[in-house]
Structures are given as C-alpha cells and as structure tokens.
C-alpha cells in the first residue's frame, strides 16, 4: 500500500487559506487521494478526493502534483470550525473492501 | 449527513464480558466498516461487510467477531473484553468498492474495559 506522509501539526489565522501538504511518493497509476478530517471527538468527515486532476469543491481545493507524488489541501479562508485533524490516505487498488488506512494526519489549529 | 447511528454511544465494562456494539444505517448502502481509534495509532479497521452475511477481517480483527444479518444493522462483538480494547469505535458506511467512492463514518462508541 502507498503510504503518505504529512506534517504533524499546523497553524492558520482565520481567514486566511490553509495549505495541508501530503507526499504519497510510493503512489500507483490507478490509486486515488482522499482527504478527511476529524473534528474532536467527531467522526471522520470527507471533504474531497482526486486521481491526477486539480478537484474542487465546496468545502475544499485539492492540488497534486503532476508526478503525484504529493499533493495540497487548500481551505480557502480557513475558519475556527476548520480546526481538526486533517487525514490524507491513497486508497490501495481495487479490492479490500474499500478500506482506508488512516495514518496520524496533520492537526489544524486555526486562530484569531 | 448520512443516516448513521451507533449504540451505545459510550459504555464501561469489565474485563471478560461480552460487548456488542451496534451500527446502525438509513442508506441502503452495501458496505459497512468497524474502525478502532487509539492514540498514535490513527484509525485501523477491524472488520468489514459487503452485503448482508458477508464479512471479512481488517488489520486488527483478533478478538473481535462480527455479523450482518440486515442491510441496516452491522454488529460488533467482544466475546470477552480486554483492557486493550478500551478505545474509541467507529462506524461507516460506503455505496460500493468503486475507487471512487467515498466512506462516511458515525458518530463513535467510547468503549472502557476495566
């Protein structure tokens, strides 16, 4: 399985854009990314996922490299409620029932 | 959100007793997951299901048993309850296998063996 590693933690001002970087370098041609987030004591919510095209959505703006060796969550204006847990995971190739593998994620904190 | 719900939401027990845990959905989704939570661990699934009486193991299965016998309801059980079980379990659910496709996750049960 790809692996992905991400910064332990992170801070942002509200307002502003936050930029959660992930490097999945081991990442297979046909393996998605997926990012989650996980609010305190909440479960994991999704917020967005993409195979080699820039995503957008309405929560968030997934970036990947056209090597797809990494890629960049982007909340545009970050807010108090954006402060979570923030999981990117390459989903392993057909099969396994759809599982994810969690890693430890990045921790947000967004600020005044 | 997707109808999700878990029971109990929190529990205490000892050490030896049987637990089960319950989850609940409103979606008519074919796949349902069982993740466990610990400090420093992330989420780590512990069993599966594609379809009413299928089931197969995750990465940390042992000591855990599972069954599906509705679309809606897939149970988790403790035949005899640790203390390393003591952890946060969640939930979710999926509309199929496809690469796609995307899992959303319940609320969680706060299990306490003592």
């Known amino acids: 399985d790809a692996k992905t590693t991400q910064p332990p933690s992170m801070d942002c001002a509200e307002g502003r854009a936050a930029n959660l970087p992930c490097n999945h370098s081991?990442?297979?041609?046909?393996?998605?990314v997926y990012w989650y987030r996980q609010i305190h004591s909440q479960g994991p919510q999704y917020i967005i996922h993409?195979?080699?095209?820039?995503e957008t959505n309405e929560m968030a703006s997934l970036i990947i490299t056209e090597d797809r060796k990494s890629s960049t969550l982007i909340l545009p204006h970050a807010t108090l409620r954006d402060t979570a847990v923030y999981y990117c995971?390459?989903?392993?190739?057909w099969g396994g029932g759809n599982k994810l593998t969690f890693g430890t994620g990045t921790q947000l904190k967004v600020e005044l | 959100d997707a109808g999700i719900t878990q029971s109990p939401r929190h529990k205490v027990t000892e050490t030896g007793t049987p637990v089960t845990l319950r989850c609940h959905q409103t979606?008519?989704?074919?796949?349902m997951y069982w993740y466990r939570q610990d400090p420093g661990h992330g989420l780590r699934l512990i069993h599966y299901?594609?379809?009413?009486?299928?089931?197969d193991k995750g990465e940390v299965s042992d000591g855990y048993s599972v069954s599906r016998s509705k679309t809606e309801d897939f149970l988790l059980t403790l035949e005899s309850a640790t203390s390393s079980q003591t952890s946060v379990y969640f939930c979710?659910?999926?509309?199929?296998?496809?690469?796609?496709?995307?899992?959303?996750f319940g609320p969680g049960t706060r299990l306490t063996v003592l």
């Open positions: 299901s594609y379809g009413v009486k299928d089931t």
């Open positions: 081991t990442i297979s041609g046909n393996e998605y």
């Open positions: 979710a659910i999926s509309e199929s296998e496809a690469l796609a496709d995307t899992q959303y």
């Open positions: 993409g195979l080699k095209n820039n």
């Open positions: 979606e008519n989704h074919r796949y």
């Open positions: 995971i390459v989903r392993p190739p």
